[in-house]
């Protein structure tokens, strides 16, 4: 397993930062194989329907916002991509590879999707490099020296290099989320997942997490970001994805999403989250 | 510091009831109450031991914890019968640590069968009483089996606390919060090695005061092994009766024995948490 995935790793670029911004444009439904695929995916909690029929093709190197009133199915969508939650029916094909029962194909999966929480999640008894370093080293198989220079190098690009012998409760809010994308990025990874990564932050801690996300997106990093950042939608996305109780109501560019949506329900959305 | 000083009421003395509590409470006062109550205690059981006529021999205790005669110094039958106590207790408990995390785990899993073996387990063994459990595999178990005294003694306290112990993991994993799972599956870890390198080290200084507990609970419940004569503390106890009828004050020494070392054991662990604590 191990070794599978280090060699599926070797033609990539070992750093995302430095490529380039890989893909633009191109429309996703015409793209033959796009890195990540929902097909009439639905999911229930019991007799509740949290996903209904979602259907969703991201493309390589694109940056996919999804907004959407909360209890709308936005985490429960991002967090089925990497299998946090099973989805029920449909399918999910993630860099060709289908999520099933098999957990072969969901740890390969999940070394090659990165993902960011809500709540950080930091791992509370290890150092800031400890935590950058943990999976590269049990996972990846990498030799200590090795893996803490990528993980110092991944520190130096979050901006915080000077943290690195800290634990994670002497950090701040934005300095903690800032460590987990390191963390999620140590893996060098091709897709990364944001759960709503700036609502458990205090105002003022926003923007340096926004900061290092948008630099992120310049590298040409497929993203996918639950969010109510509109203004980091703006600016980033390539595509707006609108949840309302389970469906994908709307997905457009960002220009025609802020000015003129399709549908009602994102109109009277933007309307109060636009408002003040 | 006066506390009366800072009380709004000003110059006024305060009430005589609350004087006699905070003079009751005192330092010097509570040590005096602990002191004659404990006297009571003792005077009472000595009286009562005068009127019964027992023939108090303490003078002939101390060769059982040592002698100096013409080889020199020997250890008396007292320390030897400690060190085969805190010996059966480490082999016992180190057992039950192993049956105590694969039970726990058991239970955790997703396997129906594991979490199924694991409660019949902790059912039948918190349920049953430890002498009848030491029949049990002494009598039952041993000759089917093939064990000696000495390793049914082991084998039987180390399921009974095994069950305990597998508790006290079991809340100590369940106490790391469910996002250190997600964050550490999402970065490609095996269950494995969310257990070994995310769960258990969090969930360590939640277990250490219970899993102390335990190790004095094991030490305590060793004696019991006396009732197939194994060769411990407890043991040596009834066999000194025995040969000297000298009840009162071998039983004293050896509840004095196993007193001082599980004091001592609770010294050490609250040490040990407080270096824990100061980590984080």
Redesign the interface.
Known sequence: MGADGAAGRQGRASDPFATGRAVQGGSPVTDPAPIIALRDVCKFYGPFQALTDVNLDIRQGERVVVCGPSGSGKSTMIRCINRLEEHDTGSIIVDGVELDEETRNIRAVRQDVGMVFQQFNLFPHLTVLENLTIGPIRVRRMGRAQAEALGRKFLDRVHIPEQADKYPAQLSGGQQQRVAIARALCMEPRIMLFDEPTSALDPEMINEVLDVMVELAGTGMTMVVVTHEMGFARKVADRIVFMEAGRIVEAAPPEKFFSAPDSERARLFLNQILDH | MDRAASLPVGKRRPSRRLRLRRAVASRPVSVLIYLAVMVLILGAAFEGAAAMGYNWQWYRIPRYFWTVGDEGFRWGEIPMGLVATLVLSTLAFALATVIGLVVALLRLSDLVVGRAVARVFLEIVRNSPLLVLLYVFYYVMGPIFGLDRYTASITCLAVFHGALISEIFRAGIESV?K??W?????????RG?VYR??VL??SVRFMLPPMTGEVVNMIKSSAIVSVIAVAELTTIGRNLISDTYMSFEIWFTIAAVYLAVTLLISAFASLLEKRHAVR?
């Open positions: 919060p996002g250190q997600e964050a550490a599956s999402a970065i490609g870890m095996t090695q390198w995310i080290p969090q984080d």
